[in-house]
Nanobody, 125 residues
Framework: QVQLIESGGGLVQAGGSLRLSCVAS????????MGWFRQAPGKEREFVAA????????RYTDSVKGRFTISRDNAKNTVYLQMNGVKAEDTAVYFC??????????????????WGQGTQVTVSS
């Protein structure tokens, strides 16, 4: 069993930056690919970014490429999402998740086994 706790969300002005963190407990994070997803009110949960278990591969949804960066520190059992140049459409609850797979870097929610409770990100325009 893996427990995931996100932090770092909040209110930020458009064009600003935030760094989200996700700390894992229960098992070592290096066993899992990790992902960030988001869900805006009235919308389905959508893929944002993912990183392989080793950190060597990453994927991003097109709307955040060049603005967001996913990274991980396996020694700290932590995954990060650096969000730069945020836009109003980035407003959502952000969830981190641990995948069923290793080195697949899945983008579908069905590929992830463990989920955090989420952290709210609100971008004011």
């Amino acid at each position: 069993q893996v427990q995931l706790i996100e932090s770092g969300g909040g209110l930020v002005q458009a064009g600003g930056s935030l760094r989200l963190s996700c700390v894992a407990s229960g098992r070592t994070l290096s066993d899992y690919d990790m992902g960030w997803f988001r869900q805006a009110p009235g919308k389905e949960r959508e893929f944002v970014a993912a990183v392989s278990s080793s950190g060597g591969r990453t994927r991003y949804t097109d709307s955040v490429k060049g603005r967001f960066t996913i990274s991980r520190d396996n020694a700290k059992n932590t995954v990060y999402l650096q969000m730069n140049g945020v836009k109003a459409e980035d407003t959502a609850v952000y969830f981190c998740a641990a995948s069923f797979y290793t080195n697949i870097v899945a983008t579908a929610t069905s590929g992830y086994r463990y989920w955090g409770q989420g952290t709210q990100v609100t971008v004011s325009s």
